[in-house]
Structures are given as structure tokens and as C-alpha cells.
């Protein structure tokens, strides 16, 4: 089916573990985005990538590191987890109407 | 920056009742703006939008109209059902990059 895919749907890391967060989409967006959801917070953008090989900060981008060597392909890289880290994240693309995956679930213990 | 702000909930209804949450913006320029809706367990999904002054969208039963005057954006909804439950979210889109920032969400609960 045609869209957003995250993987893993649910992680449990240790404090200090890294981890990637996979999204892949195809619907050929040059526009692919990073959010977390916290309760009662919202979305915070994280990253944002406007094509391939263009990345770019959001609202929070500590602690995180992106890629996007492709149009389909913008993992998203955990270094050193922490428990702050622990959130829904969510993997969005297309300009302005965003099209997102089902999130992954993350808990740092 | 660009900003939304919601009301907070939870809101909690009965079946049939009327619905408004309201959603006011910051932004610099002419913003398009959305609703989106989150069912437990998945992400979000566009509920409808408008991208200019007083256009009015409208989905499932759910309308919001774009008032320029009073940057808001207020979504209603004339009869609520138990499967409207879920958490909503104003959004918006601005400036050349477009990029979606979102309020906080609102909870919706219906009883029956």
C-alpha cells in the first residue's frame, strides 16, 4: 500500500543504546519530516529534509542525527538514549499536507 | 515563529451533541490551514483544510472556516458521534518551506 512506513512499531532501548528509527515512503515526496509526540505537548519537528542530501534542524534536534540519501529513505539516528528520549515519533511526508506513518513507540529505561 | 494554540482538554460530549474546539495562529504571511485527527494507536490524518481568508473546509460532517480578522481557525461539528472520539490538531503551513506546525492536540471523548 502506498504511503508512510516506520519501523520498529515499539522499541524498549537502555539508557546509552543506540538505535535508527526507519521511515520509508512512495509517493515520490521530496519532503520528509521527523515529529515527537509527547502528552499534552503536541508534535515538536525534529528534522526535516527538503530532498535528497538536504537536511535540515527542527524545534529539537539534540540528540538526534538524520540522513536522506534518497527520496524514499529519512532514517532517523539515536545516539546515547536517554530517558527524555522516550516518545511516540512519527515520520511525516509531502509539503504542507502532510501524509504520516503509524509511529513508533520508544521507551528508554 | 509560526505558533497554534488550542484549547485544552479533554472535551467530553454526549452522542449528538454539538461540537467546537478552537484553534487560533500566529504566522507571518498567509497561512493554509489544517485539522488533523489521531484514532488511538496510528498516526495523524488530514480531517480537511483551507489555504486562503474565509474559505470554509468541511469532512465527515466537520467544517472550520479561516478567519483572517481574528487568526483563527475553529472546528465544528453540528452532531457528534461515539466514533468521532479521538485527539485533534490544528495545524498550519507558512512561509516558502511549508513545513506543518501543529498545536497540542485536543481530546475528544464522546459518550453514548
Known amino acids: 500500500n502506498a504511503g508512510v512506513t516506520q519501523t520498529p512499531k515499539f522499541r524498549i532501548l537502555k539508557i546509552g543504546q543506540s538505535m535508527t528509527l526507519q521511515c520509508t515512503q512512495d509517493?515520490?515526496?521530496?519532503?520528509m519530516y521527523w515529529y515527537r509526540q509527547d502528552p499534552g505537548m503536541g508534535l515538536k519537528l525534529i528534522y526535516y529534509s527538503v530532498g535528497a542530501g538536504i537536511t535540515d534542524k527542527g524545534e529539537v534536534p539534540n540528540g538526534y542525527n538524520v540522513s536522506r540519501s534518497t527520496t524514499e529513505d529519512f532514517p532517523l539516528r539515536l545516539e546515547l538514549a536517554a530517558p527524555s528520549q522516550t516518545s511516540v515519533y512519527f515520520c511525516?511526508?509531502?509539503?504542507?499536507?502532510?501524509?504520516f506513518g503509524q509511529g513508533t513507540r520508544l521507551t528508554v529505561v | 515563529g509560526d505558533s497554534v494554540t488550542q484549547m485544552e482538554g479533554p472535551v467530553t460530549l454526549s452522542e449528538e451533541a454539538f461540537l467546537t474546539i478552537n484553534c487560533t495562529y500566529t504566522?507571518?504571511?498567509?497561512?493554509?490551514l489544517f485539522w488533523y485527527v489521531q484514532y488511538p494507536g496510528e498516526g495523524l490524518q488530514l480531517l480537511l483544510k483551507a489555504t486562503k481568508a474565509d474559505d470554509k473546509g468541511s469532512n465527515k460532517g466537520f467544517e472550520a472556516t479561516y478567519r483572517k480578522e481574528t487568526t483563527s481557525f475553529h472546528l465544528e461539528k453540528g452532531s457528534v458521534q461515539v466514533s468521532d472520539s479521538a485527539v485533534y490538531f490544528c495545524?498550519?503551513?507558512?512561509?516558502?518551506?511549508?513545513?506543518?506546525?501543529f498545536g497540542r492536540g485536543t481530546s475528544l471523548i464522546v459518550h453514548p
Open positions: 504566522a507571518t504571511g498567509y497561512p493554509s
Open positions: 509517493m515520490n515526496h521530496n519532503y
Open positions: 495545524a498550519l503551513a507558512s512561509g516558502g518551506s511549508y513545513i506543518p506546525t
Open positions: 511525516a511526508s509531502r509539503q504542507a499536507v502532510a501524509f
